[in-house]
Every structure is written in structure tokens, then in C-alpha cells.
């Protein structure tokens, strides 16, 4: 079965930087799409990156574009999400998703978490001072 598992979230001061991991397992496709996802208290669901297996497409919410970069490693079924110059509203709990079963194009997968097949269980990332 497929599983993921998010690492990496901590306390961090504003400013400061993060590299969040998502290890994946179980999949059976080569065309899986990873997204990460992060919920603040008392806000929606965002997306805010996303990117492609296959051949390493990206796309970013604009709230982090030029801030966050989102890469991966193929042999290790790996994702990152590196976070730079955070600030205390990037105070959430981040998620990844893997979209294995294609119904949205994936430039949309940012805005559609009820397309996302697999969710990690998430890992908590606090800015504060």
C-alpha cells in the first residue's frame, strides 16, 4: 500500500529556514504528482508547491514563490520543500500528497486537496520568535 511520511517541521524564528522531507512508498506508477499542503489554525487548506516524478515540473502557490523551492530525489521516492526566510503566518502544519490517479491537470493540484489520493499525517512547522 502506499504511504507517506512527512519530516522535518520544528520551531523556527522568523527569518529562518526549514527543509521538510516527504519519503514515499508503495507506489506502482512512474507519473506521480507530489504536492505539499499546509493548514493554519482556523484557515483553509493550502496548496503551496507541487511537483512531478516524472520529469520534475514545479509549480508554487504565489504566497511562497521565491521563497520556498520544492525539489526531489527520484532513487529515494523523496521530496523536499526547502523554506527560506519564514515568516510567523508560514506557521501551519504541512502535509504531502501524492496524486497517482490523474483528474485534474496538474497546474490545478494546488487548489484541488480533494484530488490528492495518499496524504502524509503531517509535521508541525511554528515561526515565532
Known amino acids: 500500500q502506499v504511504q507517506l511520511a512527512e519530516s522535518g517541521g520544528g520551531l523556527v524564528q522568523p527569518g529562518g529556514s526549514l527543509r521538510l522531507s516527504c519519503t514515499a512508498s508503495?507506489?506502482?506508477?512512474?507519473?506521480?504528482?507530489i504536492v505539499w499542503f499546509r493548514q493554519a489554525p482556523g484557515k483553509e487548506r493550502e496548496g503551496i508547491s507541487c511537483i512531478s516524478m516524472n520529469d520534475g515540473s514545479t509549480y508554487y502557490a504565489e504566497s511562497v514563490k521565491g521563497r520556498f523551492t520544492i525539489s526531489r530525489d527520484k532513487a529515494k521516492n523523496t521530496v523536499f520543500l526547502e523554506m527560506n526566510s519564514l515568516k510567523p503566518d508560514d506557521t501551519a502544519v504541512y502535509y504531502c500528497?501524492?496524486?497517482?490517479?490523474?483528474?485534474?491537470?496538474?497546474?490545478?493540484?494546488?487548489?484541488?486537496?480533494?484530488?490528492?489520493?495518499?496524504w502524509g499525517a503531517g509535521t508541525l512547522v511554528t515561526v515565532s520568535s
Open positions: 500528497a501524492a496524486d497517482v490517479v490523474p483528474t485534474v491537470p496538474a497546474h490545478l493540484l494546488l487548489m484541488r486537496p480533494s484530488a490528492m489520493d495518499y
Open positions: 508503495g507506489f506502482t506508477s512512474d507519473y506521480v504528482a
